[in-house]
């Protein structure tokens, strides 16, 4: 009976944020009201965990470097340590960590700030004074995490890049314009549909929809957050929680298209 | 005090509720006429909120339909409840301002969002309703920065802004010093007699239903079990208007 419970509350979530998204897609007219608020998601989401998505890249960068560094060295091809950190940071490592860590600290805040909101009856405030929270609260924080997702993506992936080149140069003896080199080389295979290389846009276009996840999954969170604090509490769990799963799982899938043979 | 021989602008039939097993409302008939005070009583925990909620169309009933000026909340479309909630006015309990805007702003929001109004203008109306609730000079600041009372009439400046026909008080005393209780009270009383504003206040304070009410219904177990003026309320010798009214509430 408790699992059946379970499924039909995990049966209810998915589909209000289904439905959120929906509401969210038909109201991308009122944007041009909302850029104040947009604006403030960006510094909320952006300027304040750029250090972080800045110092975790380059130790990620550093540890793909080395790890891989020391397999290729031990068959003779060290030089070629540059494509593989591009590559992993382009197509994987960039996306997958800024999302992580958008998830952690800008998701878990803007659940528990909605959910907050549930709790002290302000949502409720402004639905009694017909002020429509999607386009209020929901767009605004979607709008601006689709943005800032592949904004991140791209320094963390260029801070990852310089972070291989170190270590391959002071661990592993490769000059850094053979590094760099090949690091251009390895991302230019040609997409089909934009000029940029694909492993770029593929890894943009990943973390664009992880965006789009993390803000829909952590306002709906934070909406049908209930029970004081306790409920705020369950409600951050939850977003961040369900954030990264669903991250890690459409990541596969997104990849698989990607790259498929 | 009016005689609330008017029109009916709401009516609540037969409404039933329940959130899980604990039943609040079971078969809450009630009715107030146009430009008529009524204020709900009864002790805590026993729906007076739940009630409020549902004229306003944020609780649905499980049974029953509640009625606000011809339309039944039950079926209204979610564009129809939204034009009519812009003819009313909601005072939460603890206020419920959003915590990220300023006063003035919080007081401005409806306006922003529903109105073409130009900003001078709407500073203009925001700053009215302050002084009206005696918060003269608040405008800049930040809901951390106020007492509880401050807040309440915040949210009460907010409820009032748009010169709504139909106010919903939830509890407007609490919290606040008796002085500033009072003159709340006559705020209300003030606004009903000169704007013909219809309003049903939930309270527990008999001194406020002695100055805003033009009727009193005394609610328990869900449902009205007693009726009347103020003056015929607290004369009644109704055994459990007495019990009521001997608990030291006020």
């Not at chain 1, 390895?186 to 276009?205: C, E, I, M, N, R």
């Not at chain 2, 944020?58 to 003819?87: A, C, F, M, N, Y």
């Not at chain 2, 301002?97 to 006063?103: Q, T």
């Not at chain 2, 130009?118 to 002084?131: F, G, M, S, Y």
Request: glycine share 10%; aromatic share 6%; net charge negative.
């Amino acid at each position: 009976m408790a699992f059946l419970e379970i499924l039909n509350g995990a049966f209810v979530a998915a589909g209000y944020r289904v439905d959120l998204l929906v509401q969210v897609v038909g109201k991308l007219g009122h944007l041009p009201r909302r850029r104040g608020l947009v604006a403030d998601q960006f510094y909320v989401g952006g300027i304040k965990v750029l250090h972080v998505v800045l110092l975790v890249g380059f130790s990620i960068g550093m540890v793909v470097s080395l790890q891989t560094g020391l397999e290729l060295s031990r068959i003779g091809q060290q030089d070629q340590i540059g494509t593989l950190v591009a590559l992993s940071m382009a197509r994987e490592m960039g996306p997958f960590i800024t999302s992580t860590i958008l998830a952690a600290a800008v998701g878990s805040a803007l659940a528990a700030e909605l959910g907050t909101m549930a709790v002290s009856e302000e949502l409720a405030a402004l639905e009694v004074l017909s002020i429509d929270r999607v386009s209020y609260l929901v767009l605004p924080r979607v709008v601006a995490l689709a943005i800032l997702c592949p904004m991140l993506t791209i320094l963390c992936d260029t801070v990852g890049i310089i972070g291989g080149g170190f270590v391959a140069r002071s661990q592993l003896g490769v000059g850094l314009a053979l590094y760099y080199d090949t690091v251009i080389d390895s991302l230019q295979t040609p997409s089909k549909l934009f000029s940029l290389p694909k492993d770029v846009y593929a890894g943009l276009f990943k973390s664009f929809v992880f965006g789009i996840v993390i803000a829909i999954i952590s306002c709906s969170a934070g909406i049908l957050a209930r029970g004081g604090a306790l409920g705020v509490g369950n409600a951050t769990r939850s977003a961040v929680r369900d954030s990264i799963i669903l991250v890690i799982i459409l990541n596969y899938f997104m990849t698989w298209y990607f790259y498929q043979q | 005090m009016k005689d609330g021989g008017g029109q009916s602008i709401i009516r609540f039939e037969e409404v039933s509720k329940a959130f899980g097993p604990k039943v609040v409302l079971r078969g809450m008939s009630l009715e107030v006429k146009r430009g008529e005070t009524l204020a709900i009583m009864g002790p805590s925990g026993i729906g007076k909120s739940v009630t409020l909620r549902h004229a306003v169309g944020l609780v649905q009933p499980d049974s029953g339909r509640v009625i606000v000026d011809d339309h039944d909340l039950s079926t209204i479309s979610r564009e129809d409840l939204r034009e009519l909630r812009k003819r009313m006015g909601y005072l939460f309990q603890e206020g419920a301002l959003i915590n990220w805007l300023s006063v003035g702003e919080n007081v401005a929001l409806p306006l922003r969002e529903n109105t073409d109004l130009a900003d001078e203008v709407i500073r203009e109306k925001v700053e009215e309703k302050l002084a009206l609730v005696q918060l003269r000079g608040t405008y800049d600041l930040m809901p951390p920065e106020l007492s509880g009372g401050m807040r309440k009439r915040v949210g009460l400046a907010r409820a009032l802004v748009t010169d709504p026909e139909i106010v919903f008080y939830d509890e407007p005393n609490t919290g606040l010093d008796p002085e500033i209780s009072m003159s709340i009270n006559h705020l209300i009383r003030d606004l009903a007699e000169r704007l013909q504003i219809t309003s049903i206040v939930v309270t527990h304070l008999v001194s406020c239903i002695l100055v805003v009410a033009d009727r009193v219904v005394l609610v328990d177990q869900g449902r009205v079990f007693a009726e009347g003026t103020p003056d015929e309320f607290i004369r009644s010798q109704d055994e459990r208007v007495v019990r009521f009214l001997a608990k030291p509430y006020d």
